[in-house]
């Protein structure tokens, strides 16, 4: 019985990708989007980078137990809803650049807080990168590592 354990070499890059959309650090991401997840954590935080399969950062969540973020009401934009939680988006500049740009907490069940982070080059790649957010899963049980 010969088994081609060459093979195995080729499989395991898909068994991680495949196991990374269902449990770890980072909030479930549909595969269906294209998208994985570059994950660094840090000694009070995680950091969960959305990128294509050619590395482009789509969007970032960072975890912690407070946000870094600070919403002002005069940058309110658009409200939405990200795995039931209604939440604000706010408009965001970025000194030196011409990225549209938006923020966004969402309120964890474990107590931490999500700052999700969007840039992108154009209101449509805007507009699309917000909507794969409203895909995410902060629960306990469907949190992704990669």
Excluded at 26 to 42: K, N, S, V
Excluded at 67 to 77: C, H, I, V
Excluded at 129 to 135: F, K, Y
Aim: hydrophobic share 40%; charged share 20%; net charge negative.
């Amino acid at each position: 019985m010969n088994k081609p354990y060459w093979m195995l070499g080729l499989l395991l890059p898909l068994a991680g990708t495949a196991a990374a959309q269902s449990a770890g650090a980072c909030p479930y991401l549909d595969a269906a989007t294209g998208l994985t997840w570059e994950h660094q954590a840090g000694p009070s935080f995680d950091f969960c980078r959305a990128v294509k399969a050619d590395g482009t950062e789509v969007f970032g969540v960072y975890i912690a137990k407070e946000a870094p973020f600070k919403p002002a009401s005069s940058n309110r934009a658009e409200e939405v809803t990200i795995d039931g939680r209604e939440v604000q988006w706010y408009r965001a500049e970025i000194a030196g650049t011409k990225l549209e740009a938006r923020e966004t907490l969402v309120d964890m069940p474990d107590g931490r807080v999500a700052h999700i982070s969007v840039q992108a080059k154009s209101p449509q790649a805007l507009t699309e990168a917000m909507q794969q957010t409203q895909a995410l899963k902060f629960g306990s049980t469907r949190l992704s590592s990669n």
